[in-house]
């Protein structure tokens, strides 16, 4: 894929709509285009969050070891951004994401994730909206736990 094709799949993310295209080129060619097997991992609970990635074809699940075996909190497909809290909170990564499907997705670095909303307020924005959005989702799934 070319370096235009990855600029044009960013723009297709709502969080990246408004960044200059010089700008997304940039950020296209300091990523990593990765490629997951289904069952393969991005990441497991615990590991060091060293970057933020961007799904860009398949799917991704999200979970949670439970008592009963693992606990899917959701699943990401095209233009979503996993691995983001654990850049922000600074701490381990705190579930596991696994492609549910062959996924490709943009690995971005931590470093570069961090530049990238410091000079970016609008992408900052739509990030803090994504996580208030999550928690919202995972409020009502308590409050369904304790009532049903």
Do not use: C, W
């Not at 700008?23 to 615990?46: I, M, N, P, W």
């Not at 233009?79 to 499907?101: C, F, H, K, W, Y």
Request: charge should be negative.
């Amino acid at each position: 894929m070319t370096l235009e094709t990855e600029v044009q799949s960013l723009r297709q993310v709502p969080m990246f709509r408004e960044v200059d295209p010089a700008r997304l080129k940039l950020l296209a060619f300091t990523s990593e285009r990765v490629h997951f097997a289904s069952g393969q991992r991005f990441f497991d609970r615990g590991d060091a969050a060293d970057a933020a990635y961007l799904i860009l074809e398949g799917e991704a699940a999200v979970t949670l070891e439970g008592p009963q075996g693992p606990i899917r909190l959701a699943l990401l497909g095209a233009n979503a951004l996993v691995g983001e809290m654990g850049i922000l909170a600074d701490q381990p990564r705190s579930a596991t994401v696994t492609a549910e499907v062959p996924t490709t997705a943009l690995r971005i670095d931590r470093r570069v994730f961090l530049e990238l909303l410091s000079q970016f307020p609008q992408i900052a924005i739509a990030v803090m909206r994504e996580l208030a959005h999550r928690l919202e989702m995972t409020n009502q799934q308590l409050a369904q736990m304790r009532t049903g």
